[in-house]
């Protein structure tokens, strides 16, 4: 059993794999530290691996050093990838997961991943296992904060799975528009231009925001090529755990 830990700005998900079978997961919001140690308790872990995107938890990193072979991802980890991202120290942890987890399924081919969360991330890896960067976007939730900070009278409101009015008949709906279209219509335009560059190309989802995107895109031109794999991350996570000891 290999205990996979994700740390992000507001969840962090706790799974455990058996070889690449996800046995057991959970996303929580607060006191990761009582839930790993559940986990370990339950499924007594071998190996652990823990990426996060924020300062890391000295506590969290002791307990899995006590009790499994421990695995911190960081920029000089091994990695079954060749990154040739320039800055691979400013690279964060989840955007070198998923792109592993993107190997790890599509193997031979170029792949780009979106991982929709607070920012939304394009990564692109080529067929042959070649890491080469990508880009970071406002994700929906701070496109929505912004537009109320930044103003005196726009109110701050939270996207609807729902809405798919491309006319605001309301400032609420002139808001709901502009931001979930807007950032639809962006992707579907990096799709495009990654599409004309690369070829055999497939699109992977991830992210908290995956779903949204996905059930929208389906709908749009680039149905055959879109994939959502709501697990990359921990698919990669996973993969760099073996690795280590391949």
């Not at 091994?78 to 690279?91: D, E, G, M, V, W």
């Not at 998923?98 to 939304?120: D, H, M, S």
């Not at 908290?208 to 991350?233: E, T, Y």
């Amino acid at each position: 059993m290999d205990l996979i830990i994700d740390i992000g700005n507001y969840k962090t998900k706790i799974a455990v794999f058996k070889d690449d079978e996800l046995v057991e997961l959970t996303a929580i919001e607060d006191a990761p530290i009582d839930h790993i140690q559940q986990f370990i308790l339950k499924h007594k872990p071998e190996n652990a691996i823990l990426s996060s995107v924020v300062v890391d938890d000295e506590g969290i990193v002791r307990l899995l050093k006590q009790n499994t072979r421990f695995t911190l991802l960081k920029a000089d980890t091994a990695l079954p990838i060749k990154n040739n991202y320039s800055t691979p120290r400013t690279l964060g942890t989840d955007r070198l997961a998923a792109v592993n987890g993107a190997f790890k399924l599509f193997r031979n081919r170029n792949v780009l991943i979106i991982n929709g969360g607070t920012c939304v991330t394009f990564d692109l890896l080529t067929a042959e296992g070649v890491y080469l960067g990508g880009a970071i976007s406002p994700g929906l939730t701070m496109r929505f904060s912004a537009l109320n900070t930044f103003t005196d009278k726009l109110p701050l409101i939270n996207f609807e799975n729902d809405f798919n009015h491309l006319i605001g008949t309301s400032t609420r709906e002139s808001i709901l528009s502009g931001v979930q279209n807007g950032l639809i219509a962006e992707l579907e335009g990096i799709i495009s231009r990654y599409e004309k560059q690369f070829e055999n190309l497939a699109v992977v989802l991830c992210g908290g925001d995956s779903n949204f995107f996905d059930s929208r895109l389906k709908n749009s031109i680039f149905a055959p090529v879109v994939n959502w794999q709501p697990n990359l991350v921990l698919i990669g996570l996973n993969a760099i755990l073996k690795y280590q000891y391949a």
